[in-house]
């Protein structure tokens, strides 16, 4: 898949952070703003865990989540 090809899906959602691995994209608020993005983003071919997930948290200003690339364990572990 090409960025080009995932950032027209994410129209009007910001592009917080990218490397070799991982892209996130947000904020996004709201429900109906959320199944529009996963109806997008499963339009592309791409599957709902797999390749994406939302993270929904809430937490203090001066805390800063971060999330990064695991390789899947050989043999189908997770």
């Keep these: 898949m090409s960025q ?5 899906a994410m129209e009007g959602v910001n592009l917080l ?3 070799e691995d991982l892209i996130s994209f947000g ?11 996963i109806c997008r983003l499963s339009a592309l071919g791409l599957s709902y865990f ?8 809430d937490y203090p200003s001066w805390c800063q989540p971060a999330m990064s ?9 997770e």
């Design 4 to 8: 080009a090809g995932l950032q027209t």
């Design 17 to 19: 952070d990218e490397n």
């Design 50 to 57: 797999d390749d994406f997930v939302e993270v929904v948290a």
């Design 27 to 37: 904020p996004c608020f709201g429900q109906e703003t959320l199944d529009v993005l």
């Design 69 to 77: 690339y695991a390789q899947p364990m050989k043999g189908g572990g």
